[in-house]
Each structure stands twice: as structure tokens, then as C-alpha cells.
């Protein structure tokens, strides 16, 4: 399912170097164990891209994640404390933007999924013009069997209800964690869960009319080492999960969510004085049901109250959309200049490199 496209942005370096510019990031929390294979299986020879660059965002390990992942080659950005998910997945993003990363790839540090399959998650993106893929665990002809039908069952209720906020969606899998996105995409989201950010970024993209699209991909269904620190408790996942879907839509969509409230309130308010209405048809009398009058009453102040409160939240939505425009035009400024610092620094040391190999 693809909603409006959304222009990607051009390479920074321009016709210096050939090819876009792939930054692959990786949220870890004590992740010695896998680490260092999952970089250096990362392919580093993609057909359209020029430079593959690995980031790790250490979300407060106390193991040696941080020391094995710059051991193979990657940049380590610590946080000094376990922040979450969410926190660490804005860290990436705004270091993969400064290093002048045209195409981002989000993928988990645990071995879950397979770094061979970048080239196909980001080729939408490359070829097709799609602002953000995602990696289906459900498509296709790939089983996840080993799931335990609980987290099955979770995953396609959190698929209708996303699909449903989006207006009518087909994604068959909203929760994976294996995600790439434009430079244009990543300038223009704005999250603001820290437990989780997989659900609220479709409904964040789908307000902003971004191109969406999703691979079907093999994925291990079970973690060789750790578990989840996600979805390690069903219940626990869902309350937070739903929080955040409720709080994006009443961001996003302020008229419907408010507006459905008004609505709801309006029915209820209506049937009771209609239900009290029809026995003092047929009694000539309320009682045993006067207090239904008092109830309804309050249901109908209420739905004017919430009537009123759907068209100034749609005011302030429209402020916000102003404000997030000047905010991606903010970013892109910061960013690029911060990127356009980044490859001077990369060509000049290449430069020297070469000097140094064709004097020796």
C-alpha cells in the first residue's frame, strides 16, 4: 500500500562521487553477543549506492556493544542511560542525516534479520521513488510459524487498527523494525515515543501524504540471544503501544478524533431520552427511568462540549502543520550544512589517502 509520493532529495556530493549514500543504524542495548557479525555482514557493494556507512546508537549498554562495533568499523553514538527505543531510533536518525545519508536503514542489532537483504528493503526507494519501506515478516511465502500465536495474534490487530488510522491501508505487518527511509522522509517525521516508534511513524508518514511501501522479507522469528526489550511483555506492550496510537491520532487527525467523541456522546445522549421517551408513551410516566433524563442531558452537554473542542483542536492542528513545515525546513538546513562538512572531511581524507598510496 503507497499513499502520495513525496519527492526524495538529491544526493548531497552531487557528480563527486557516484551513487547515493547508505547509512545503515542500529539501536543496541547490550548486544555483545551479535554485534560485531550482524556489521560485518552488512554489504558494502550495493548496486545505486556509493558508501555504506554503519552507526550504533548504544542505548546504555553495560556489556562491550559499544567496543565491538567500533572493532568492525562502526560509528558509536552512547546514550549514558537506557532511553528506549523510540529515543534511540532519533538519535540514528539525526546522526545518519548529518553524515549525508540520502538512503537510512533501521535494523536491529540482535541477528534478526539478515543484512544480505538491505538491497532489496531500500530498492523501492532507489528505483521506484518511495519515501519508507518496511520489511513484512508476512508476506510472501515466508512463515512465522515460531511465533507464539499470542504475538501473532497482536500483530494483526495492531495492523487493523494502524491500517484503519491511515485510512484504509493494507500493510501486513506494522510493528517490524527493519525500515529504510529517504533523506526527504527522515527530514519530515516527527515522533515523539520513547517505549516504541513502529506504529506511530505510519500514522506520522501517512499526515504528511509520504510514499509508503512494504517488502516481504525472511525473518527470524525467534531471538538466539536476549529477548525483546519491546514486545518482551504482550501486555505491557499493548497498554504503551495504545497509548501512543491514541495520542498520533489525536495529533494528526484532531477533527475526526474529537469529532467521534461528540458523536458518540450525541448517540448516547439521543437514546436515552428516546428510550425514556417511548415509556412515557406507553406508561404515561418516567419513573422507574428519570435519572436516564438527568444522564442524557449531561451526554448532550458533553457532546457539544466535545464538538466545540474538535473544531479548536483542528485550529491548533493546522498551527502545528505550519510549525512542522518550518521545522523540516529548519532540519534541512541544519543537516545538510552538518552533512556538507561531513563529506569534505570524508573526500579530503580520501584525497590524502591516495596522495599517501601513489607516494609510497
Not at 102 to 107: F, G
Not at 281 to 294: A, D, E, Q
Not at 321 to 342: D, G, K, P, S, V
Amino acid at each position: 500500500m503507497a499513499t502520495t509520493s513525496a519527492n526524495n532529495s538529491p544526493s548531497l556530493r552531487g557528480d563527486v562521487l557516484p551513487g547515493k549514500r547508505l547509512v545503515v543504524m542500529m539501536p543496541a542495548l547490550n548486544e555483545e553477543a551479535t554485534i560485531a557479525e550482524v556489521i560485518e555482514a552488512i554489504p558494502r557493494q550495493i548496486e545505486g549506492v556509493g558508501s555504506v556507512k554503519v552507526v550504533v546508537i548504544d542505548d546504555g549498554s553495560t556489556d562491550r556493544t559499544a567496543e565491538l562495533a567500533e572493532s568492525v568499523g562502526a560509528k558509536v553514538v552512547r546514550h549514558t542511560v537506557n532511553r528506549g527505543v523510540g529515543a534511540a531510533l532519533a538519535t540514528g536518525l539525526g546522526c545518519a542525516l548529518g553524515l549525508g545519508a540520502d538512503v537510512i536503514v533501521n535494523m536491529d542489532s540482535d541477528g534478526q534479520f539478515n543484512p544480505a537483504d538491505i538491497p532489496a528493503l531500500i530498492r523501492p526507494i532507489l528505483d521506484e521513488g518511495y519515501g519508507f519501506v518496511t520489511c513484512t515478516r508476512f508476506g510472501g511465502t515466508h512463515s512465522m510459524d515460531e511465533m507464539p500465536p499470542a504475538k501473532r495474534w497482536g500483530n494483526r490487530m495492531m495492523c487493523r487498527i494502524v491500517n484503519a488510522m491511515i485510512g484504509g491501508g493494507n500493510f501486513t505487518d506494522v510493528s517490524c523494525g527493519f525500515r529504510a527511509y529517504s533523506r526527504e522522509t527522515a527530514l519530515r517525521l516527527v515522533l515523539f515515543g520513547k517505549f516504541t516508534y513502529t506504529q506511530e511513524m505510519f500514522i506520522d508518514l501517512a499526515s504528511k501524504n509520504v510514499a509508503m511501501t512494504e517488502v516481504a522479507l525472511p525473518v527470524r522469528a525467534v531471538r538466539e540471544h536476549g529477548e525483546s526489550r519491546v514486545a518482551n511483555s504482550l501486555v505491557r506492550y499493548a497498554r504503551r503501544a495504545s497509548l501512543i496510537l491514541v495520542r498520533s491520532m489525536r495529533d494528526t487527525r484532531p477533527l475526526t478524533f474529537f469529532g467521534l467523541v461528540a458523536i458518540l456522546l450525541l448517540l448516547v445522549g439521543i437514546g436515552l431520552f428516546g428510550f425514556v421517551a417511548v415509556w412515557w408513551v406507553y406508561t404515561g410516566r418516567t419513573s422507574p427511568w428519570t435519572s436516564l433524563l438527568t444522564l442524557g442531558t449531561s451526554c448532550l452537554v458533553a457532546a457539544i462540549s466535545s464538538g466545540v473542542m474538535a473544531l479548536l483542536a483542528d485550529q491548533i492542528g493546522r498551527g502545528r502543520r505550519i510549525q512542522e513545515q518550518t521545522l523540516y525546513f529548519q532540519r534541512r538546513q541544519y543537516y545538510n550544512e552538518m552533512a556538507r562538512e561531513a563529506v569534505a572531511e570524508e573526500l579530503a581524507m580520501d584525497a590524502s589517502a591516495s596522495k599517501f598510496s601513489s607516494l609510497g
